[in-house]
């Protein structure tokens, strides 16, 4: 009954702002969304300009429930402050964490989930980082991406540690398994997902991650009909399940994505 009700407040919600959004017979602009397509199960790039993922997956149903076309943008973590606004990105998605660096260009969504750092190094070297103070040490190789809230997590919790920025946030697992590297600590989603495809690796610990942040979408500021849009049916995904089914798919028991 309460799935129910709380879908039938979308539907209406919904219609409400479609009424003064897309006056009858105007043609809707493409919801432009920006996305690193790195970052599974969140976004993930197929490399010839498609995207799949949770958010992805979230996105594209935004779209259709607003009666928009959609467009995703590439942009990368680093660059993702500066591109945001000029590429006139409507939303950015993909795993982003709540952080206040990012509240400085964008109004953030509610939140849609929950994640926290953990580590991922090699299997046989489960034992030696599992903590804080075991990675923070001058002998460790912590790899990182560059310019997300990875490496804030690491410039801030491993400063005696021997510090690797990596350009992306795909290969350098690969730094990890070919002993190049000794940990990588991220969100504990992307952990469980990753050693998936790479089973010589291990994420230790995500059920009980270093910390826990909210996941959000990045909305274009000052715009409370976008914002209304997307917190409805972000609202509507989590209480009818929608968001769970989502990463079931990806990281579940019997995940196929």
């Keep these: 009954m309460r799935v129910r009700h709380i879908a039938a407040g979308f539907a209406a919600a919904l219609t409400a702002v479609l009424t003064v959004a897309v006056p009858a017979g ?122 997300g809230t990875n490496e804030e997590f690491a410039r801030k919790n491993f400063p005696d540690a021997r510090l690797t920025l990596w350009p992306d946030n795909v290969t350098l697992f690969d730094e990890i398994a070919q002993g190049r590297a000794d940990v990588f600590v991220t969100d504990s989603v992307e952990g469980r997902y990753r050693v998936r495809t790479h089973p010589d690796l291990t994420v230790l610990h995500p059920e009980r991650p270093f910390d826990s942040f909210g996941k959000v979408f990045l909305l274009r500021k000052n715009d409370p009909l976008l914002a209304a849009e997307v917190n409805a049916w972000l609202a509507a995904q989590g209480a009818t399940g929608g968001v769970d089914r989502l990463f079931a798919d990806w990281i579940g028991p019997g995940a196929t994505a």
């Design 26 to 147: 105007a043609e809707a602009p493409a919801l432009r969304v920006c996305t690193t397509g790195d970052y599974p199960p969140y976004s993930v790039s197929d490399g010839r300009g498609g995207f799949r993922g949770v958010d992805i997956d979230l996105a594209r149903g935004l779209a259709d429930a607003v009666r928009r076309p959609i467009e995703f943008v590439p942009t990368t973590w680093a660059s993702l402050k500066t591109d945001f606004q000029p590429l006139n990105c409507d939303i950015a998605a993909g795993g982003i964490s709540d952080s206040p660096a990012r509240r400085a260009f964008s109004d953030f969504s509610i939140a849609y989930g929950t994640d926290g750092k953990a580590p991922i190094t090699r299997a046989a070297d489960a034992a030696a980082y599992a903590t804080i103070e075991q990675i923070n040490r001058p002998e460790v190789r912590v790899i990182v991406n560059r310019g």
